[in-house]
């Protein structure tokens, strides 16, 4: 089945506790991207990618990292998390910006 | 000013009522997506366009790109259509509305 795997469903964590959401797809997409939804803000973009070893900065870039080593793979790094980072993310992928997008299930991330 | 205007904001509707939702926007674009929240929270991509009109079963999209404005339908509406809707429109990057809540009541 065609999908967009993102892990976990929900994290609580400390501030400054390093932590890692996963994002993983199965159909090929060379395009990745990830956002966060806030309440009154929609969803922001924080990082996105065209392709293997390639990622830019979206509108919300600041805390967080990514990295794009292998084309299925696209994680969210939190080196410091901080509590202005409690959110709901989501993981997307396509063939292009301009292609369907398929979007992960969301992470609930609780920063305390 | 947000880039990105969807109007309504909240919607409210019958079982059977025709639905629209309005996204302008401001800049440039290439392409404009619109998806679909139910509560729970999962996004679905609903359409992908950058000209004309689409259909797929009760949902119509439509855009002009002269008038940087696209409009979701929906025809027949049911309680199960409840749910945020969201544009997005695609310059270099992404650049989402803040959605319309839409509830339908038996």
């Known amino acids: 089945e065609a999908q967009v795997t993102q892990n976990p469903r929900y994290l609580i964590t400390v501030t400054g506790k390093k932590l890692t959401v996963t994002c993983s797809q199965n159909?090929?997409?060379?395009?990745m991207s990830w956002y966060r939804q806030d309440p009154g803000l929609g969803l922001r973009q924080i990082y996105y990618?065209?392709?293997?070893?390639?990622?830019d900065k979206g509108d919300v870039p600041e805390g967080y990292k990514v990295s794009r080593k292998e084309k299925r793979n696209f994680p969210l790094i939190l080196e410091s998390p901080s509590p202005n980072q409690t959110s709901l993310y989501f993981c997307a992928s396509s063939f292009g910006v301009s292609s369907p997008l398929h979007f992960g299930n969301g992470t609930r991330l609780t920063v305390t | 000013k947000n880039e990105v205007e969807q109007s309504p904001q909240n919607l409210t509707a019958q079982e059977g009522e025709f639905i629209t939702i309005n996204c302008s926007y401001s800049v440039g674009i290439s392409a404009l997506h619109w998806l679909q929240q139910h509560p729970g929270g999962g996004i679905v991509s609903l359409f992908m366009?950058?000209?004309g009109k689409k259909k797929h079963g009760r949902l119509i999209a439509t855009i002009n790109i002269q008038e940087k404005h696209s409009s979701l339908h929906i025809t027949a509406s049911h309680p199960r259509d409840s749910a945020v809707y969201i544009c997005a429109v695609v310059v270099d990057k992404l650049i989402f509305g803040t959605g319309t809540r839409l509830q339908v009541f038996p």
């Open positions: 990618s065209m392709n293997v070893e390639v990622t």
């Open positions: 366009l950058s000209s």
């Open positions: 159909m090929n997409h060379e395009y």
